[in-house]
């Protein structure tokens, strides 16, 4: 590699007692950051999108949390209204219940805490980096959804950071970008991450996808989770299960790049995995210009889930787990393996 993998944006910043959020609302545009020492604000900030991706919330919260302790606020109230923001996103109450057993509320135990969870967090997709950036060929075109860089994760990307390592490797990658409807989180941010790295790109609209797979135009699909099951079914931006579908049809691997903190024992199968159900007018109207005609309803789940099946393999931190992957899984999270 021929350069440190360091995160190259940091979508938040802690500075003693204040944290810094860069608005990702506002990109690609603006950037502009909201400071604040107050953890109400921050779960507005993740509640409205200002910051998102299932890594980064968790960390966003883990510093809400700190801040509640600092402002001597009642830290369960706290924990429950900041783990209500976004549901379907695990890494949300592992960062919380985590924060607020190490501290028992004191404020500089959980300021300690939320540091250590953000450097864990950074480390994490370094090694996920690694890991997967071997499984991308010289010359290969990579297919991501959504954004999973910098502005999900806080350090180099999960599944992005595996494509800044393939490109810092010398692979000559070239990525298609979903635009990932309706937000435009592909469009927006991860062409904006992968611009500032200098990394060959082209965005393409949603639908384009499958047509693109089944011509061969892309050899891997690399995404993101915001909570794996026990069995490894997925769930991540509502539009993958179309792409995973798409790819085992005509043969192109489809790889989810997650810390091992995504993983949520707890939860069976991916049927179980509580989908949020965002605003329908993110659908009808872009930028408070309505798209759709007066009184029109739409649907608008943020997340679909991908079955196990249609995973070719999942990179964590501790290694690339393959099918089975309810043994796989249970390979990295069980006691022992936390601990080595």
Same mark, same amino acid.
């Given at each position: 590699m021929s350069r440190m993998p360091v995160p190259q944006v940091r979508p938040i910043e802690w500075r003693s007692g204040v944290l810094r959020i860069l608005d990702q609302t506002l990109l690609p545009g603006d950037e502009r950051y909201i400071e604040t020492a107050d953890w109400r604000e921050v779960a507005s900030a993740i509640r409205r999108l200002a910051v998102r991706g299932a890594p980064l919330i968790g960390v966003t919260a883990a510093y809400a949390l700190a801040l509640a302790s600092r402002s001597s606020d009642d830290i369960a109230v706290a924990a429950d209204e900041l783990a209500a923001t976004r549901p379907t996103a695990v890494n949300l109450r592992w960062a919380l219940d985590r924060v607020r057993d190490v501290s028992g509320g004191d404020a500089i135990r959980a300021e300690a805490e939320a540091v250590c969870i953000h450097d864990e967090q950074i480390a994490s997709?370094? =090694?996920c980096g690694e890991l997967g950036a071997a499984l991308i060929g010289q010359g290969a075109t990579i297919l991501t959804h959504c954004n999973a860089g910098s502005l999900a994760t806080g350090g +180099? *990307?999960?599944?992005? *950071?595996? !494509?800044k390592t393939a490109h810092w490797q010398g692979k000559r990658i070239n990525v298609l970008v979903d635009e990932t409807r309706p937000l435009l989180q592909g469009s927006r %941010?991860?062409?904006?991450?992968?611009?500032?790295?200098? +990394?060959?790109?082209e965005v393409i609209v949603d639908s384009a996808a499958a047509g693109l797979i089944a011509h061969a135009r892309v050899q891997a699909i690399v995404v993101g989770a915001d909570r794996i099951a026990a069995n490894g079914d997925t769930a991540n931006k509502v539009g993958t299960y179309g792409l995973a579908l798409a790819a085992?049809?005509? *043969?192109?691997?489809l790889y989810v790049v997650a810390p091992v903190s995504t993983i949520d024992t707890n939860v069976a199968h991916g049927s179980e995995i509580e989908i949020e159900e965002r605003d329908g007018d993110e659908v009808t109207s872009f930028a408070s210009i309505r798209t759709a005609p007066? #009184? $029109?309803?739409? =649907?608008? @789940?943020?997340?679909?889930? $991908?079955?196990?099946? %249609?995973?070719?393999?999942?990179? $964590?931190?501790? #290694?690339? %787990?393959?099918? @089975?992957? #309810?043994?796989? +899984?249970?390979? !990295? $999270?069980?006691?022992?393996a936390v601990a080595r």
């Open positions: 997709d370094a =090694r +180099i *990307g999960s599944a992005l *950071g595996v !494509v %941010l991860t062409a904006w991450e992968l611009a500032r790295e200098g +990394i060959s790109h085992q049809a005509h *043969g192109v691997p007066d #009184g $029109t309803i739409a =649907r608008n @789940p943020a997340f679909d889930v $991908t079955p196990a099946a %249609l995973i070719t393999a999942i990179v $964590t931190e501790r #290694g690339v %787990l393959r099918r @089975p992957f #309810g043994a796989a +899984i249970a390979s !990295v $999270t069980e006691p022992a």
